[in-house]
């Protein structure tokens, strides 16, 4: 189950359990339970001194496991095998649940532990599924920490009629106390704010009464980044607003174009990203999404940033990198089916459609890789493609075209998002060549067609090009004094993580010399 190399590192990891605890299992004769029971002998066997491990659970779903801390009342089961993406979750839940703290700001774990109420909470996440981590982690440590919220992680491949009768198409996906709660990416913030709902409140006053920055980014992807790094090194009072450090990186599977970098995945790219901005003095402000920009009112004065939750922040200059987007079809239907059939990460709701035909919307880069990945688990893939021919790079169209369960059809506009009333059932389009309309049965629908600005928040306050972008000169400065911008938002040519740390730089650079002239 687990190699000589792993199970070294695991034993380090094991080492700093002080509290001990048991692992609970509920097996069947089934092959995965075999699994099952060998992962939790290896790990018991790693500690044997602090983990105690018992066979005789009685949960109705088999194979599974509870992680319980003598002296507590804490309530964290996975079913299924957390392997994959999943193992460093299942690494932290032993090690949390063993006594370790976690790497959380004290006001926030302390506000999970008063949190009062009863809270059954269970996520579905698959293992090649690299947003699902966030998400489980999160709802692992809320049970570890709090005795009133219970937590059961499944894993979609092993419970597939569980998945089927629940009409899952999308993962991660939470459900609470038996209603859906959520789906997609969620932070820990994010999911106790919505348990918590003073908390947006007390966290808006928190945010109105810091001092002002010299430099405030917007953004925490790689220009917001960067820009932070370089301002930070200047020693110029700096501070980061951002939804989460990593931005739309965190959704991206493999990083191969990076200079100097081999190969990464988007949240271990985004993780180096945040140690990287932890080395400096900046204030980081997770979860905020701005609303409004408020320019200064005399030459030398504040800017001011209103964000969603009530909160001001100022500053004397700012950076704007708050990314993009996946673009929507914007088709009747999309919104309807949105995770019952209508998906935008191939990586993760992927396994969820084995077996079955699926269509691909998109023959750019990311459409083709989308096409190649779902070739290799569903049925049938279909790609659509607007222009006549494709758009993706040579060598991935040979790849495409030598797949025997492809097809591609050309010159195809996307008209309607067909559904039974609670999941997709196929898709109508227009061939662009005659304007006849025809319709294809399928049960699966993967958006790959470029992205938008996250700029909506800025019409009629800056200078946007008719994208949507913000407009910058070779500095980064936009129409506003002070205020400077880099990354997707603005109308640089290519959208390129490495193109996007670059223009971060310069912006900080350039907002560091307004500083200084100012």
């Known amino acids: 189950m687990l190699d000589d190399q792993l199970k070294t590192q695991l034993a380090a990891y ?47 779903r088999k194979p599974s496991f509870t992680l319980q801390r003598q002296g507590s009342n804490s309530s964290l089961r996975f079913a299924g095998l957390p392997l994959g993406h999943e193992f460093t979750s299942l690494v932290l839940a032993l090690l949390w649940t063993g006594g370790h703290p976690p790497k959380e700001e004290q006001d926030l774990l302390d506000q999970i532990k008063a949190i009062e109420g009863d809270f059954n909470f269970e996520v ?8 699902c981590p966030d998400v489980v982690q999160a709802l692992s440590l809320m049970a570890i920490l709090n005795p009133h919220i219970k937590t059961t992680v499944i894993e979609g491949g092993a419970f597939r009629q569980e998945v089927e009768a629940r009409e899952i198409m999308a993962v991660p996906m939470v ?53 932070a790094i370089y301002t930070a090194r200047k020693g110029i009072r700096t501070g980061i607003a951002a939804e989460r450090i990593g931005g739309q990186v965190n959704d991206t599977l493999d990083i191969e174009n990076y200079i100097s970098v081999n190969k990464t995945e988007g949240p271990k790219f985004s993780a180096a990203l945040e140690s990287h901005i932890g080395d400096y003095d900046i204030d980081v402000m997770r979860l905020q999404r701005a609303a409004k920009l408020i320019p200064a009112t005399e030459k030398g004065g504040l800017i001011t940033v209103e964000l969603e939750n009530g909160g001001r922040l100022q500053a004397k200059s700012v950076v704007l990198s708050t990314g993009a987007r996946w673009r929507n079809m914007n088709v009747p239907g999309e919104d309807q089916y949105r995770t019952k059939g209508v998906a935008y990460c191939p990586s993760c709701d992927g396994p969820l459609f084995k077996g079955k ?141 490495i193109v996007a740390a670059g223009a971060g730089a310069v912006a900080g650079l350039s907002a560091f010399e307004h500083l200084i002239r100012h």
């Open 175 to 227: 459900y609470l106390n038996g209603e859906v709660f959520g789906a997609g990416r969620m932070q820990l913030g994010e999911i106790v704010a919505k348990l918590d709902t003073g908390a947006a409140k007390r966290e808006a006053a928190k945010l109105s009464a810091k001092e002002a920055f010299e430099v405030l980014i917007i953004g925490g992807g790689p220009a917001g980044a960067a820009a």
């Open 124 to 131: 579905y996440m698959s293992l090649g599924c690299h947003n």
């Open 14 to 60: 094991l080492e700093r359990v002080t509290q001990p605890f048991e692992l609970v299992a509920s097996l069947d004769e089934s092959e995965t339970s075999a699994q099952m029971r060998e992962l939790l002998t290896t790990i018991q066997s790693l500690r044997s001194d602090k983990i105690t491990l018992r066979e005789d659970g009685n949960d109705a």
């Open 357 to 497: 035909r699926v269509a691909v919307i998109g023959g750019g880069n990311s459409g083709v890789e989308a096409a190649i990945d779902l070739a290799g688990v569903v049925e049938h893939v279909t790609v659509f493609e607007f222009m006549p021919e494709l758009k993706a790079d040579a060598v991935l169209q040979k790849k495409l075209t030598s797949l025997p369960n492809v097809t591609i059809i050309k010159n195809a506009q996307t008209t309607e998002v067909l559904g039974d009333g609670s999941k997709v059932t196929g898709l109508s389009y227009k061939d662009r060549s005659n304007d006849e309309v025809k319709q294809v049965q399928l049960e699966g629908i993967f958006v790959q067609i470029g992205l938008l600005p996250n700029t909506d928040w800025l019409k009629d306050t800056l200078e946007l090009n008719k994208m949507g972008e913000i407009v910058i000169d070779a500095k980064g400065q936009t129409s506003v004094p002070g205020v400077f911008a880099a990354g997707d938002c603005t109308n640089v040519p290519y959208k390129q993580i």
